[in-house]
Structures are given as structure tokens and as C-alpha cells.
């Protein structure tokens, strides 16, 4: 059984931080690519950043220099630390997985097939 639980979002001011959290059940810690994908508003969803399971990692231009993606093997929990938050880093983020692949923020969304529920990050100016 595939679950992903996001935890951590809230509600920070401008250059504020978050570290936000995704517990996977032992199968989905166990896939090769794990993401970071984010939803304004009014917008698409749109990939984040993610990691491959031996820990090379990619970011969307937008967050890169800000946002870190981790893994805790030990937790099975995949996280995101957001530093220097802005306004427009507003929006719900979720936890995706899939399995072998090209590993990359910038594929669809159909391409990830697993997701979780999401947790909302709203950033104040």
C-alpha cells in the first residue's frame, strides 16, 4: 500500500521558514524518484523539486538557492526546507513518488503516480 501524508505547512511572513514533511509507507519511501509539487491558486500544479533514491537532487528555477529536499532513511520521511519564502511560494504543496524514470521537477504531473493530500503554505508580504 502507497500512503504519503504531508505535514508542516502554515502560514509565515516574507524571508520567513518552513520545513515541511512527507511520511511514505515503506513502499513508496522505496521508489526511485520522490517530489515536491505546489499548487497557486487559479494555476497548474507545478513540480518543485525532487530526489533520487541514491540522492541527486533538482529544482525548478524558481526555488532554487531557497528550498532544500531531503530524505530521512531511517523515518522513511521525504522533507522540504523553505528559506527566504515569498509571497508567490504561496499555494498547497504535495508529496508525489514513482518509480524508476527521468527524475525531474519538470515532468507532468501523470507522470508521478502516487501523491499525497497536500498541506498549504500561504506566505504574507
Known amino acids: 500500500q502507497v500512503q504519503l501524508v504531508e505535514s508542516g505547512g502554515g502560514s509565515v511572513q516574507a524571508g520567513g521558514s518552513l520545513r515541511l514533511s512527507c511520511a511514505a509507507s515503506?513502499?513508496?519511501?522505496?521508489?526511485?524518484?520522490m517530489a515536491w509539487f505546489r499548487q497557486a491558486p487559479g494555476k497548474e500544479r507545478e513540480g518543485v523539486a525532487t530526489?533520487?533514491?541514491?540522492?541527486?537532487?533538482t529544482y525548478a528555477d524558481s526555488v532554487k538557492g531557497r528550498f532544500t529536499i531531503s530524505k530521512d532513511n531511517a523515518k522513511n520521511t521525504l522533507y522540504l526546507q523553505m528559506n527566504s519564502l515569498k509571497p508567490e511560494d504561496t499555494a498547497m504543496y504535495y508529496c508525489?513518488?514513482?518509480?524508476?524514470?527521468?527524475?525531474?521537477?519538470?515532468?507532468?504531473?501523470?507522470?508521478?503516480?502516487?501523491w499525497g493530500q497536500g498541506t498549504q503554505v500561504t506566505v504574507s508580504s
Open positions: 515503506v513502499y513508496a519511501y522505496s521508489l526511485y524518484c
Open positions: 508525489a513518488a514513482r518509480g524508476l524514470g527521468n527524475c525531474r521537477p519538470t515532468r507532468p504531473t501523470s507522470y508521478f503516480g502516487y
Open positions: 530526489i533520487e533514491s541514491g540522492g541527486i537532487t
